[in-house]
């Protein structure tokens, strides 16, 4: 099977742009997670979504956000850039709820200049 | 509130000794326990979980809930053992709370 995908990989913005980045889970996952992953603050948990509808929510500012579609593929949008927002955004994926054994892709490189 | 304390940011042991990597953490009630390798250049992966109870890659990791302790333990470490390892727990959420993660060097 293959993996997760996340597109693009590198991602480089100015501030107050937006930005959507995109996960493929593995082909029958329906969960999808996404995380921030900085060196100052480690890996941190965004969102999660199940069923097209977000499950779980991070302690992100409303600017963060995403959606599921119905084939499990996942977006997650940052609108109005700052430069701390500049991180690898890892997306996970799981076969279904509650199954938290979770298979991460290769992250989105975001830089906010 | 839920948290994971790793509180080693880097650990460096010399090819066969004994390696432990110590996590700690807290929340109201029984969450389940993971740990997740990262090699370099190499995506986050699943380590080990301590509802299973295997030993991967020689690697063990025992549950002290008096302590509310996760360490991984290896009893001879290996230079491709070299990778950013991260401790995390998942309640009835569902989503996964990670510590800040210890590096381990393995020198030859």
């Known amino acids: 099977k293959a993996g997760v995908t996340q597109t693009p990989r590198y991602l480089i913005k100015t501030r107050g742009q937006q930005v959507t980045l995109s996960c493929s889970p593995i082909?029958?996952?329906?969960?999808v997670s996404w995380y921030q992953q900085t060196p100052g603050q480690g890996l941190q948990f965004l969102f999660e979504y199940f069923s097209e509808t977000q499950r779980n929510k991070g302690n992100f500012p409303g600017r963060f956000s995403g959606r599921q579609f119905s084939n499990s593929r996942s977006e997650m949008n940052v609108s109005t850039l700052e430069l701390g927002d500049s991180a690898l955004y890892l997306c996970?994926?799981?076969?279904?709820?509650?199954?938290?054994?979770?298979?991460f892709g290769p992250g989105t490189r975001l830089t906010v200049t | 509130a839920q948290r994971v304390t790793q509180p080693e940011k880097l650990l460096s042991v010399f090819k066969g000794a004994p390696v432990e990597l110590k996590c700690n953490y807290s929340?109201?009630?029984?969450?389940?326990l993971f740990w997740y390798v990262q090699y370099s250049r190499q995506r986050l992966q699943l380590l080990l979980r301590?509802?299973s109870r295997e030993s991967i890659k020689g690697f063990t990791a025992d549950l002290n809930k008096g302590e509310t302790s996760f360490h991984l333990k290896k009893p001879f470490a290996q230079e491709e053992d070299s990778a950013m390892y991260y401790c995390a727990i998942a309640g009835n959420t569902d989503k996964l709370i990670f510590g800040t993660g210890t590096r381990l060097q393995v020198f030859p």
């Open positions: 301590h509802i």
């Open positions: 082909s029958g996952h329906r969960s």
């Open positions: 929340y109201s009630g029984s969450p389940e």
């Open positions: 996970a994926s799981s076969l279904d709820r509650g199954v938290v054994e979770q298979y």
